[in-house]
């Protein structure tokens, strides 16, 4: 079974850092991996999808690695700005049609 | 091109109710998924459908059951409300299995 960790759950830094959040999964046998942003009270975000093949995908200030072999993806996040603040979530699709989804971390950019 | 839609926004409800949620997938996208939210348990996958058939199933029990028309929105039902139904209910909707899936902004039922 499928499982899906984030850590850490809540992270707060200054404007301006680079910050890595990450995720790992426990079965390699994975289709894809997304990574969501979630604002409070708000639907999700897709923010980059790695498909099974690939290992990193980047969209402006944000990069997402993932290593199979080792169950891990990461979110690296450039130059963080305050409306970086969100939880960050990530999710597993397999061959099932479903996304495992992990807890999330909750970021917070202090100005 | 339009977002993914869900209607209604906000519900409210009484135990013992039942309620139907609406959601419409973005244009072309023949795959929907629907998704229940919660603080202590997190996303948790109900169901998916594609072309009409329910393709996969996640562990909720037989209160919980969808449809899809056949121009591709899906309706979800729970029957027999409880307290712990009360959720943020998100759809998702995609062209295939391995495409990104879009998120609709969710119907947010509060049972009382």
């Known amino acids: 079974k499928q499982e899906v960790t984030q850590i850490p759950a809540a992270l707060s830094v200054p404007e301006g850092e680079n910050l890595v959040l990450n995720c790992s999964f426990t079965d390699s046998a994975i289709y894809n991996l997304q990574w969501f942003r979630q604002d409070p009270g708000k639907g999700l975000t897709s923010l980059l999808l790695?498909?099974?093949s690939q290992r990193e995908q980047t969209s402006g200030r944000l990069n997402a690695s993932l290593d199979k072999s080792s169950g891990r993806s990461t979110l690296y996040i450039a130059a963080s700005q305050p409306g970086d603040s969100a939880t960050y979530l990530c999710?597993?699709?397999?061959?099932?049609?479903?996304?495992?989804w992990g807890a999330g971390t909750k970021l917070i950019i202090k100005p | 091109k339009a977002g993914v839609t869900q209607t209604p926004r906000y519900l409210i409800k009484t135990r013992g109710q039942q309620v139907t949620l609406s959601c419409s997938p973005i244009?072309?996208?023949?795959?929907v998924s629907w998704y229940q939210q919660t603080p202590g348990q997190g996303l948790q996958f109900l169901f998916e459908y594609f072309s009409e058939t329910q393709r996969n199933k996640g562990n909720f029990p037989g209160r919980f059951s969808g449809r899809q028309f056949s121009n591709s929105r899906s309706e979800m039902n729970v029957s027999t409300l409880e307290l712990g139904d009360s959720a943020l209910y998100l759809c998702?909707?995609?062209?295939?299995?391995?495409?990104?899936?879009?998120f609709g902004p969710g119907t947010r039922l509060l049972v009382l």
């Open positions: 999710a597993v699709g397999g061959s099932n049609y479903q996304l495992i």
């Open positions: 244009s072309g996208h023949r795959s």
């Open positions: 998702a909707s995609t062209r295939g299995a391995v495409e990104t899936q879009y």
């Open positions: 790695i498909q099974s």
